[in-house]
């Protein structure tokens, strides 16, 4: 169903799959505030094709460097290189068409029917008065089949549920077209089928529309069992692997093992003890 | 479709209560016979009439409508940057500011508050001073910004400003003369019959500008409805967005403000009413939604303040309220 729906598809298979060009690359990256430094010389880089999720204990710094990825902030040092280009030298425009975000904050507007915000995620591509032209509504469309959500297409986007919501502003990120999607704890404040959910539809559009998806969350469990990558943010440094790789490494038990965790590296799993 | 049907009713009611607004007052004018006097011609019969219609109810009705549309489309535009529907010129304390603006000039100028015997260039010094004022009430609104996301913190800070600015004015009023301080809140009632044919034109550019400006913001506003960080994802300058902004509304709300005195609520009221029938968030219909409806409220107000006859005029700020209060409420409580 992914491929027939997919016009653009084709198109970043043949063209971009296997070229290092497209991987976000992240040279001796620092982090942090005018005030404080958060992270320094972060050397890592995203491919597409991947979904790759950030873990990291509250407050170690994945909002501060998914905010510097998201170009909210700018980086204390280092560069972050897209399409072999640093994105500090790129425009707002050209950003907008390079690097989507769905944040956890969620828009409290009224009156917006669930399409009128997919598409939002047209703006970048239309002209002055923001209307929309016959292609960027096929891509609306299609967005929102890719996110599952066509059935509430007229429904007002405020009536929505938390879950209903995110996927909402999920198909605003595919109808911008970025070859990059960035997510703040997009499983956050959802149940639980609705998180698996979530992560299984991110981890489907990453591998089969090749894009580079990475997004910060708590949910260890559901991370291990469906990323392709893992970045383990610890104080001050970044640990990369595949989820068994650093599972044979031990690398996940230093991460989950507290009082009452032990983390079984055969299972991938954790068990609490009371 | 719908909202075309309704952009349309509007147009027409507009023009309706236009005319309705040159035929009633303390006289009846014929319908036909005040188009006729509008478009050039005389009535044979009533030559006072053509003085009538061209010296004073045709500027007091384009001056209610302009006004009108301004204030509404500063509501909008507050609403949408401060994302808070009780965002509003008059509820934020921005006409607050104009007024101090204007009452420091007035007092400068020899203590008398009366905007009629000013020249031209004086005039332009009290919207230039009302400008400033409401520009500083905005940089400080922007300022709080990050607070005012939360409603009642927005009511209060409003509430704040406007108090603050009133104790200096009533210092001012301390010491201007007896007729500066009646005249002062003659003005403080709201009047749309004090902008004369001769400054027309410059009240009409005035406002033209500022609306010109809001109307090329409909992109990037219905970016910033999402909030900062999405319309920054979506290619939008949100800084370069918020200066326009805040000029545009700035010199709406000063114009009207020094012009026609501070007219309370309905910049506020009309934008909930344009969104609850127009039914959408996008601006670029909203905006003319809300600019026709504004226009279309006002000319109701001027009309059902100068029908009453015998010579004296309602003030407009008797009326506003009774319009722009149902429809705060309504939005509280439709919150909860």
């Given at each position: 169903m992914l491929a027939s729906a997919l016009p653009w598809r084709s198109r970043l298979e043949t063209k971009f799959q296997f070229s290092t060009v497209n991987q976000m690359l992240l040279q001796h990256l620092t982090t942090g505030y005018s005030s404080r430094v958060v992270t320094t010389d972060i050397n890592a880089s995203l491919v597409p094709g991947e979904l790759t999720s950030l873990l990291g204990s509250n407050g170690v710094g994945k909002s501060t460097l998914l905010?510097?990825?998201?170009?909210?902030?700018?980086?204390?040092?280092?560069?972050?290189?897209?399409?072999?280009?640093?994105?500090?030298?790129?425009?707002?425009?050209?950003?907008?068409?390079?690097?989507?975000?769905?944040?956890?904050?969620?828009?409290?507007?009224?009156?917006?029917?669930?399409?009128?915000?997919?598409?939002?995620?047209?703006?970048?591509?239309?002209?002055?008065?923001?209307?929309?032209?016959?292609?960027?509504?096929?891509?609306?469309?299609?967005?929102?089949?890719?996110?599952?959500?066509?059935?509430?297409?007229?429904?007002?986007?405020?009536?929505?549920?938390?879950?209903?919501?995110?996927?909402?502003?999920?198909?605003?990120?595919?109808?911008?077209?970025?070859?990059?999607?960035?997510?703040?704890?997009?499983?956050?404040?959802?149940?639980?089928?609705?998180?698996?959910?979530?992560?299984?539809?991110?981890?489907?559009?990453?591998?089969?529309?090749?894009?580079?998806?990475?997004?910060?969350?708590?949910?260890?469990?559901?991370?291990?069992?469906?990323?392709?990558?893992l970045w383990i943010m610890h104080p001050g440094e970044v640990v990369i692997g595949k989820p068994a790789e650093l599972s044979k490494s031990g690398e996940l038990s230093r991460f989950i093992q507290a009082d009452g965790i032990r983390f079984d590296p055969d299972l991938m799993s954790y068990r609490i003890t009371v | 479709m719908r909202q075309s049907a309704i952009i349309i009713a509007l147009i027409v009611v507009m023009l309706l209560l236009g005319v309705a607004n040159l035929i009633w007052g303390s006289l009846r004018i014929p319908a036909a016979d005040a188009v006729q006097i509008l478009l050039g011609g005389q009535v044979e019969a009533h030559p006072q009439w053509t003085f009538i219609i061209r010296e004073s109810r045709f500027p007091q009705m384009l001056t209610a409508l302009l006004c009108g549309m301004s204030l509404s489309t500063c509501g909008l535009m507050l609403q949408t940057l401060f994302r808070n529907p009780l965002a509003g010129p008059s509820i934020l304390g921005i006409d607050a500011g104009a007024n101090l603006g204007v009452a420091l000039v007035m007092l400068l100028m020899g203590g008398t508050i009366t905007l009629g015997s000013l020249s031209v260039s004086g005039y332009l010094l009290v919207i230039v001073a009302a400008m400033l004022g409401a520009l500083c009430i905005m940089l400080l609104l922007l300022l709080l910004s990050s607070v005012l996301r939360n409603q009642v913190m927005l009511l209060i800070t409003g509430v704040i400003i406007s108090y603050v600015t009133g104790s200096i004015i009533s210092l001012l009023n301390y010491s201007a003369t007896e007729e500066g301080v009646?005249?002062?809140?003659?003005?403080?009632?709201?009047?749309?019959?004090?902008?004369?044919?001769?400054?027309?034109?410059?009240?009409?550019?005035?406002?033209?500008?500022?609306?010109?400006?809001?109307?090329?913001?409909?992109?990037?506003?219905?970016?910033?409805?999402?909030?900062?960080?999405?319309?920054t994802n979506l290619g939008v300058n949100v800084h370069k967005t918020r200066n326009w902004l805040l000029l545009c509304t700035g010199l709406l709300t000063a114009t009207t403000t020094a012009f026609c005195g501070p007219i309370s609520f309905l910049g506020l009221a009309v934008p909930h009413i344009a969104r609850m029938t127009l039914r959408t968030s996008q601006h670029r219909i909203l905006l003319p939604g809300t600019m026709l409806m504004g226009a279309c409220l006002t000319l109701l107000c001027n009309l059902l303040c100068n029908?009453?006859?015998?010579?004296?005029?309602?003030?407009?700020?008797?009326?506003?309220?009774?319009?722009?209060a149902p429809v705060i409420l309504y939005v509280i409580l439709k919150k909860h």
């Open positions: 905010r510097t990825l998201c170009t909210f902030l700018p980086p204390l040092g280092g560069e972050i290189i897209l399409q072999g280009k640093s994105v500090s030298s790129l425009s707002s425009v050209e950003l907008s068409k390079l690097i989507g975000v769905v944040l956890t904050e969620r828009p409290d507007v009224q009156n917006m029917t669930v399409r009128d915000m997919v598409s939002m995620g047209r703006s970048p591509y239309t002209g002055f008065w923001g209307r929309l032209t016959e292609e960027d509504n096929r891509y609306v469309t299609e967005a929102m089949q890719l996110a599952g959500i066509t059935s509430l297409e007229k429904r007002m986007f405020s009536t929505l549920s938390d879950g209903e919501r995110q996927k909402v502003m999920i198909a605003k990120v595919l109808a911008q077209q970025t070859p990059v999607i960035l997510l703040d704890e997009p499983t956050a404040f959802l149940d639980f089928p609705s998180k698996v959910e979530m992560m299984r539809l991110l981890r489907r559009l990453a591998h089969e529309m090749q894009k580079i998806i990475f997004l910060s969350t708590h949910d260890v469990e559901m991370a291990l069992q469906l990323s392709d990558r | 009646h005249n002062y809140i003659v003005w403080g009632m709201g009047n749309f019959s004090g902008v004369s044919l001769d400054r027309l034109p410059l009240y009409c550019i005035l406002l033209a500008i500022g609306m010109i400006g809001a109307v090329l913001l409909v992109k990037p506003l219905d970016a910033i409805l999402l909030g900062e960080r999405y319309a029908v009453p006859s015998s010579g004296s005029i309602i003030p407009v700020n008797v009326l506003t309220p009774l319009i722009g």
